[in-house]
């Protein structure tokens, strides 16, 4: 058995075991990304002649799709929604909750815990009927608390209201992370500070954010991935009213399937796949210094 | 001047940490807490400190009570038994961090930090970070850190712990060769009953979240007010022997004792440590007030030998220094008397000093 082979399968055999998961990976993943970039760049239709019979149209869809208002409106939605409720909302919420419950006796801490996590992992057609029902105009239970009958909350402010969402419902990791992060803090370090009449600002920016600075960067980058590609909303707001809350993947939603354009649909997927490598590449260089940090 | 008056304080399930205590601490004084793990004596200086807070009681620093005030405004500096720096700060950055808190311009807290490090021999470390630095210049780092601070009062948990024993000597030297310098009020916690001794100006001896004795080093040593001071103190434990008074005299392991005038009638224990005793391999002159018995144990400590002596009713053990060259250790076996000095053993009643013999 040399180094390079140490189950001493040799070459055939090897592939051979690895074959059907890379089967699978190819059809499933592999083929519709590729499929993806090629009906990009084709009028493809889902009804009509263009369904039957479609045309090549080049980089067409990529260049309508820059000109095209409701895109770079999606686009800037978006923005707002990954800076709004991933970066402010979920990051500094999950990190004050963290900060806050971190030297709680038992039950307050689990009951507080229990109730984010379960905003977490609830069925995500389970939380929006929740909140549609909170935010509902005539029987919500937000217009009751406030006594504001009739304020339509989903139409007046459907962005406001889907970030707001997205933080109740994502925070939950945010909150684990940065928990997690915190007992990496020696109490002393921090007791080192408060001795020297440091205020819990700068307990922070002294002693607790240089420790987990990696930890940050690490929940940063996945909650803002997860945001810029999350499909939940659509179950509240659609992307409604008149496209005030169609963020990126509404808007391939009601592009490609409500509004029959697969090849346009195709194009601005691709854009949103691109986004996410970056992403990805980032998250990626980022764990490989962090690894060659630790050994070095 | 510390003192802390009624200090009570309760852990949430009832865990009584400091038990009603009260305690004088004069200025410029080196004072050691001292007791086993579990006595209470670290939430005692982490109450001085303002870490915890009392359930019930107060303490003053200064003659002004700070029972209520944050850790930040007692003007304390406390040094870690993990040394507690800072990782990211290179060493002249964590030697001037509580300047920098209390707002001390960049040049002058620098220069600070500076005098500070050389006066503690890291002068050639100052670019470097705590990562870079042996434990030893670690603890000297964690040492300036409270020392550029000028505080009225250092406290000090288990300085001298994480160090190995050898470089633990010359710390503890320099130490106290600091604090005589400096003149500042310290409170060290410790378990190491010779370092306590070595270090301080007074000891107080601690038991399950109360004060035991306090004294001098000496008085400690020689005076123990109880029994679990008695075996605590002392690099080897104190022989502690159950006896009677009777008609006079002190019946303990066989062994019949006189008393001193005015011991009445009643159990007692007997307390003797072993570089108290010599060992005799031949029967000696004062053969009547010595305990016989046979060498069951030698343990080599050195210099010396600890003997364990058994004599039938009791285990005693005497320290036993080594002989000319060439001569070995007591054998196994071999019969022996310890033979008590005059004037050092101690009288227990009722876990109370009686008297000495």
Redesign the interface.
């Known amino acids: 058995m040399s180094p390079a082979d140490p189950a001493g399968l040799g070459r055939a055999r090897a592939a051979g075991f690895v074959l059907p998961a890379l089967v699978l990976i190819g059809v499933f993943l592999v083929f519709p990304a590729l499929w993806t970039i090629y009906l990009g760049l084709t009028d493809y239709r889902l009804t009509g002649l263009a369904a039957a019979d479609p045309q090549v149209v080049g980089l067409g869809n990529y260049t309508s799709a820059l000109e095209d208002e409701r895109f770079r409106n999606s686009l800037w939605l978006t923005v707002q929604y990954v800076l709004g409720s991933a970066v402010v909302g979920q990051a500094v919420l999950g990190f004050a909750l963290a900060w806050v419950l971190r030297n709680r006796p038992g039950p307050v801490k689990r009951v507080v815990e229990g109730l984010v996590l379960l905003a977490w992992i609830l069925p995500s057609s389970v939380v929006a009927f929740l909140w549609i029902a909170l935010l509902d105009r005539d029987a919500g239970t937000l217009n009751a608390l406030l006594h504001t009958p009739g304020f339509a909350w989903l139409l007046d402010h459907p962005m406001p209201s889907i970030i707001v969402f997205n933080v109740w419902r994502g925070t939950a990791f945010s909150m684990m992370l940065y928990g997690a992060a915190l007992e990496n803090v020696p109490p002393s370090h921090l007791e080192t500070a408060r001795l020297a009449g440091a205020s819990t600002f700068q307990q922070l920016r002294d002693v607790v954010l240089p420790r987990i600075k990696g930890h940050v960067l690490t929940n940063l980058l996945l909650i803002s991935l997860w945001t810029f590609n999350d499909f939940t909303s659509f179950q509240i707001t659609a992307g409604g009213p008149e496209g005030r809350s169609e963020i990126l993947p509404v808007y391939i939603y009601n592009v490609a399937l409500s509004g029959g354009q697969l090849g346009f649909g195709a194009a601005i997927s691709f854009l949103v796949l691109l986004v996410n490598l970056v992403f990805a590449f980032v998250y990626l260089r980022l764990l490989r210094g962090r690894r060659e940090a630790v050994s070095p | 001047m510390i003192s802390l008056s009624g200090l009570t304080k309760e852990f ?1 399930g009832g865990v009584r940490a400091i038990d009603s205590l009260d305690l004088e601490i004069a200025d410029g004084e080196f004072f050691a807490l001292l007791g086993p793990s579990g006595c209470g004596k670290t939430t005692l200086l982490r109450t001085i ?3 915890e807070a009392p359930t019930s009681g107060n303490v003053s620093i200064g003659g002004v009570d700070v029972t209520g005030t ?5 003007d ?3 040094v ?3 040394y ?1 720096l ?3 700060m290179d060493v002249t950055a964590n030697i001037a ?2 300047l920098r ?2 707002k001390v311009p960049r040049a002058r807290r620098e220069a600070r930090a500076a005098e500070t490090a050389s006066r503690l021999s890291l002068s050639g470390l100052l670019a470097r970070r705590p990562g870079q630095l042996s434990g030893g210049q670690q603890q000297r780092v964690a040492l300036a ?1 409270a020392v550029a ?1 000028h505080p009225k009062v250092f406290l000090f948990d288990e300085p001298l712990s994480n160090l190995d024993a050898r470089l633990r000597l010359e710390a503890r030297t320099f130490l106290k060769r600091l604090q005589r310098e400096l003149a500042v009020t310290t409170v060290f916690v410790t378990h190491d009953q010779g370092e306590a001794l070595a270090l301080a100006d007074r000891i107080a001896v601690m038991d399950a979240g109360r004060i035991v004795q306090v004294g001098t080093p000496p008085e400690v040593f020689h005076r123990p007010a109880g029994t679990f001071v008695a075996s605590f103190i002392g690099s080897t434990p104190m022989n502690l022997l159950p006896g009677a008074a009777q008609g006079g005299a002190l019946h303990v392991a066989g062994v019949v004792l006189p008393l001193p005038p005015g011991v009445e009638d009643g159990p007692l224990v007997y307390g003797l440590r072993p570089e108290y005793a010599d060992l005799s391999q031949s029967a000696p002159p004062e053969r009547n007030a010595s305990f016989a018995g046979k060498v069951a144990v030698v343990e080599n400590l050195g210099t010396s030998y600890l003997v364990t002596l058994d004599t039938g009713d009791a285990l005693v053990q005497v320290v036993v220094p080594e002989g000319p060259p060439g001569t070995g250790a007591p054998e196994p076996g071999a019969p022996a008397w310890a033979v008590p000095r005059p004037g050092r053993a101690l009288l227990y009643r009722d876990d109370a000093l009686l008297a000495h013999i």
């Open positions: 949430p400190a303002g870490l944050p850790p930040g405004r007692r304390v500096a406390m870690f038994q993990d507690a800072f990782p990211h961090y509580p808190i209390k850190r601070s």
